[in-house]
């Protein structure tokens, strides 16, 4: 498959569990993939590749799915992709990117992402820097089909979690054009806080973010969520409760209210888009 049709935006969710079976937004994701579809043609996810997974039962590779374009952006962008189905009913195309090709400039990567957004990634470990490097390689990926097929204005790139948030800022930076939209499940904090046992809802606003991300090792992670909901072009939470820690640990109010619905006529029209 090489054709891309240029007169309908395409759709790019991205995801640190697309065909990676990980936590609770694996479910969410291939729950809502069939929905996705009907409202968008043109719709594709974008996961990790781990060279350890090579024979997923997740994925079905097919080497003729855009082979042009895999290609160039292997050539002209360093980056190796597979490209194949997602082994659901569904069968959506996928693209598992290979985000190691970046390990070797991950200090030039972060210092740009200091100095354009005061993102601190000093404090990550291996936990905070594989998964930001995978966002950083999907946000150059999407870049890259945009420039190959000459898409301008017709892309909308969905990112999940913090874990994919660096794409976010790379197409802020490099491709702006492209809409982004950027939607938490839970915050960074909010997750460290309940394991600490506190009743983190309770005593929401007395909290400190950025005290309590150095208290809490969280840090770079923290970081990097609260950059990419202040620079998303739509900021979005699933649910009250997150969107509440989001302006109390954020200091950033998303912008909708998206609750987590997998058929449409499941959720009623008052309660799918609203202003929290």
């Known amino acids: 498959m090489t054709d891309v049709d240029k007169n309908s935006s395409v759709l790019f969710e991205v995801s640190w569990e697309v065909c990676n079976k990980n936590g609770g937004l694996h479910t969410v994701i291939t729950s809502k993939i069939?929905?996705?579809?009907?409202?968008?043609?043109?719709?594709?996810?974008?996961?990790?590749?781990?060279?350890?997974?090579?024979?997923?039962?997740?994925?079905?590779?097919?080497?003729?799915?855009?082979?042009?374009?895999?290609d160039y952006t292997l050539k002209e962008k360093g980056i190796k992709v597979r490209i194949g189905r997602w082994n659901i009913a569904s069968a959506?195309?996928?693209?598992?990117?290979?985000?190691?090709?970046?390990?070797?400039?991950?200090?030039?990567?972060?210092?740009?992402?200091?100095?354009?957004?005061?993102?601190?990634?000093?404090?990550g470990d291996w936990t905070y820097i594989e998964p930001?490097?995978?966002?950083?390689?999907a946000g150059v990926l999407i870049d890259s089909f945009q420039d190959f097929h000459f898409l301008d204005n017709?892309?909308?790139?969905?990112?999940?979690?913090?874990?994919?948030?660096?794409?976010v800022l790379y197409?802020?930076?490099?491709?702006?054009?492209i809409t982004t939209v950027?939607?938490?499940?839970?915050?960074?904090?909010?997750?460290?806080?309940?394991?600490?046992?506190?009743?983190?809802?309770k005593d929401l606003e007395t909290y400190n973010g950025e005290t309590l991300s150095n208290l809490l090792k969280v840090k770079a992670k923290h970081s990097l969520e609260k950059a990419s909901a202040f620079n998303a072009d739509c900021f979005t939470a699933i649910?009250?409760?997150?969107?509440?820690?989001?302006?109390?640990?954020?200091?950033?109010?998303?912008?909708?209210?998206?609750?987590?619905?997998?058929?449409?006529?499941?959720?009623?029209?008052?309660?799918?888009?609203?202003?929290e």
């Open 34 to 70: 069939e929905e996705a579809s009907k409202h968008f043609k043109q719709y594709f996810l974008i996961g990790p590749s781990f060279e350890v997974d090579q024979d997923s039962p997740e994925f079905i590779e097919d080497i003729n799915l855009f082979k042009e374009w895999k």
């Open 92 to 123: 959506p195309i996928v693209f598992l990117v290979d985000y190691t090709s970046f390990l070797s400039q991950k200090d030039t990567i972060f210092t740009k992402y200091w100095e354009r957004y005061f993102l601190d990634s000093i404090s």
């Open 132 to 137: 930001c490097l995978f966002g950083h390689a």
């Open 154 to 167: 017709k892309i909308i790139a969905h990112f999940h979690e913090w874990l994919s948030g660096a794409g």
């Open 171 to 177: 197409l802020k930076e490099y491709a702006p054009e």
């Open 182 to 201: 950027f939607t938490l499940h839970s915050t960074v904090l909010g997750k460290a806080i309940a394991e600490q046992g506190w009743a983190i809802h």
């Open 239 to 275: 649910s009250n409760p997150t969107a509440k820690e989001c302006r109390y640990l954020l200091l950033k109010q998303p912008d909708i209210v998206s609750y987590n619905g997998y058929k449409s006529e499941n959720i009623s029209d008052d309660n799918y888009w609203k202003k």
